[in-house]
């Protein structure tokens, strides 16, 4: 019997096109998608990854949703990547094709690894199809040039200072911060502090709610979503 590696495709921001050639295939091919849903506050349960596979048209019957709690608690999120670690596993050995789905990139800030480090670690071929990550697609969005020639880029999650933003702004670095959410009051108070640098706003990108802002006024007053972004540097693009 033919067994084959369990693969992790990379969905891209929320905007089902965005997607590879090579990824949409993978899923087309696939008896088995796993798929992360969450529980709203609003007791609804719902997983911006299904939406984007429903637009794909890849059949319902595929996708096996699993639920994974968001909290900084890790613990519950990680005994639940432990469940498709183990159903994952299973169903490669009765043959079938496997696919386990992220948003963006499934290597990048995705804790979807921890399963495919548990895989490899059990020596079960995987593979992993990347994605476009959520600050590349905000670039286009805005119409931005990320980074220029030799000017470096340092993309950070939603745990920074305003002096560590400093620091890396005086090294001639555009900063990507991911995440805002967690924190929201340093970037106001950042704006506050240093209203030259340019700020450029993303929320929700690759969906239809998504949102650019580039007024630092307008940004200094918004509480971040999770799914927000910041793109920082000290000239005009």
Same mark, same amino acid.
Do not use: W
């Given at each position: ?9 990379? &969905? ?12 949409l295939? +993978? ?20 997983s ?7 637009q @794909? ?13 968001m ?9 639940? !990547?432990?469940? $498709? ?9 009765q043959?079938?094709?496997?696919c ?8 990048? !800030?995705?804790?979807? /690894?921890?399963?495919y480090?548990? @895989?490899? +670690?059990?020596?079960?071929? $995987?593979?992993?199809?990347?994605g ?12 931005l /040039? $990320? ?5 470096? @880029? ?19 670095? +555009? ?12 970037? /106001? ?15 929700? $990108? ?22 927000? &972004? @910041?793109?920082i ?5």
């Amino acid at each position: 019997m033919q067994m084959f590696p369990v693969i992790f495709v990379s &969905l891209g921001p929320g905007e089902p096109e965005l997607i590879t050639i090579k990824g949409l295939k +993978a899923l087309q091919a696939a008896d088995c998608i796993f798929c992360p849903e969450t529980l709203a506050k609003d007791g609804n349960r719902v997983s911006r990854a299904a939406d984007i596979l429903l637009q @794909l048209d890849i059949p319902e019957n595929t996708v096996r949703r699993f639920p994974l709690p968001m909290s900084k608690q890790r613990e519950k999120a990680l005994s639940a !990547y432990d469940e $498709v670690y183990m159903e994952s596993s299973t169903l490669r050995q009765q043959g079938k094709k496997v696919c386990i789905v992220a948003e963006g990139d499934a290597g990048f !800030y995705s804790s979807i /690894h921890y399963v495919y480090d548990k @895989l490899q +670690a059990d020596g079960i071929p $995987v593979e992993h199809i990347p994605g476009i990550p959520a600050f590349i697609a905000a670039g286009a969005l805005g119409g931005l /040039h $990320v980074a220029s020639q030799e000017e470096r @880029l340092t993309v950070i999650p939603g745990i920074t200072t305003t002096e560590e933003i400093e620091k890396l702004t005086s090294e001639n670095s +555009a900063v990507v911060i991911m995440k805002l959410s967690r924190c929201t009051d340093e970037i /106001h108070r950042c704006i506050r502090l240093h209203p030259e640098y340019r700020y450029h706003y993303f929320e929700n $990108v690759g969906t239809p709610e998504e949102k650019y802002i580039n007024d630092s006024k307008r940004i200094a007053t918004i509480r971040f979503p999770y799914f927000s &972004l @910041l793109i920082i540097r000290t000239e005009t693009f």
